[in-house]
Structures are given as C-alpha cells and as structure tokens.
C-alpha cells in the first residue's frame, strides 16, 4: 500500500493594487464573457478573463 505523505504545494496568493481600496489586494481572475453564443452558424463560447480585487469585486 503507497501513501502519499507529502502535503499539496500551497499556490502563492497573486497581488495587485486596487484603486478602488487605495492598497494592494489579492487578486483573482473572473470570466466577464457572454458564455454560449453563436457566430456564423457556429456555436462558440465567450470567455473574457479579467482580474478583479478580492476585497470589492472591482477590475484592476
């Protein structure tokens, strides 16, 4: 029997300067995109990833 005794690699918070707080904040990406649409008969997925302040939702 193998166990894994290893602990999972912890991901670094990213940061960035909100200028909405006036500080650095951690960041997340969020998908702003219209989702399902279609273009020339062809069914196609909008993504539109921006990132965002965690703290008040706000684009940086």
Known sequence: MLVDCDPDPVEEAAYGYCRRCECEVPIEERDFGIGRD???GRPIVHVDMQWCCC?????L
């Open 55 to 59: 703290e008040c939702g706000d684009q």
């Open 38 to 40: 279609e273009a020339y």
